[in-house]
Every structure is written in structure tokens, then in C-alpha cells.
């Protein structure tokens, strides 16, 4: 899976979005290529997100009432692409993956992002084209 755009580092909605939706369909041998243009074709790109673990998939993705949803060993992802706020009733309380940071690899190998974590419980809301990466507490 390929995403490329000017600016997508700066752009945590879009790349939570790219990111939860290749884990819906992630399965080996399937990998994730993210690409910020504004940083040329030639740099190395890394992102918080990249360190989340939420386990083994436990089976394939469902669809409901537009919204996408696949669960995982240690939690969950919700995808919205419709142009429509959904909403979905978590029956557990979760924490919600927030990454921040990410972009170019710098020639030292460091790089700079984390990932932080808001908890939430009952109904969530996903405004359009939007995606919620959800970690069981």
C-alpha cells in the first residue's frame, strides 16, 4: 500500500487515517509505504505509529453502517471514509493512539515522534475520512 503527499509528516489526521486502513487489510507479505513529497523521493521516513502494538488480528475487518472496524489481541481500529460523521459504542473503556512527530531519519539514525494516549469509553465520533487507532487499557 502506497500513500504519498506534500506535507503528509504534519498531517497526524491523514496519516492515522492511511495507517488504520492499511491495518485492516494487513496480513503478512502486505507493508505500508508512507511518502511525504515535500521531503523528495530520496529521504527515509519514519513514524510513531510504526511502534504500535496491537497484537495478532483477530480475523478480518467488518463493515458497520459505513464505519470499518477490525480488532486486534490488544485492541482495535475504527475507519471512517465516507463523508459522514460515524460513530461507534465502545463497550470497554480504550485508550486512543495519538501519534506525534515522525518524518525524515536524520544521517545519525535518529529520529524524532511518540505516541500519546487519551483515554476513552462509550460513544466515539469519526468525523469523514478519519480513523482511530484504539489500544485496550
Do not use: H
Not at 453502517?65 to 489481541?73: A, K, P, V, W
Not at 536524520?106 to 468525523?127: C, F, H, I, M
Request: proline content about 8%.
Amino acid at each position: 500500500i502506497v500513500s504519498k503527499k506534500a506535507g503528509f509528516t504534519s498531517d497526524i489526521p491523514s496519516r492515522t487515517f492511511v495507517f488504520a486502513s492499511y491495518l485492516l487489510v494487513s496480513r503478512p507479505r502486505v507493508i505500508l509505504y508512507i511518502s511525504d513529497l515535500s521531503y523528495g523521493t530520496k529521504a527515509i521516513l519514519y513514524y510513531p505509529e510504526y511502534e504500535i502494538d496491537l497484537g495478532t488480528p483477530v480475523g478480518s475487518f467488518i463493515e458497520r453502517n459505513g464505519l470499518y472496524i477490525r480488532r486486534f489481541e490488544k485492541g482495535m481500529v475504527l475507519v471512517n471514509p465516507s463523508r459522514d460523521t460515524k460513530t461507534y459504542f465502545l463497550n470497554t473503556p480504550c485508550q486512543q493512539v495519538i501519534p506525534q512527530g515522525g518524518g525524515p531519519v536524520k544521517a545519525d539514525g535518529a529520529w524524532w515522534g511518540k505516541l500519546t494516549y487519551q483515554p476513552v469509553s462509550g460513544k466515539v465520533a469519526l468525523p469523514p475520512v478519519t480513523g482511530m487507532l484504539l489500544k485496550k487499557q
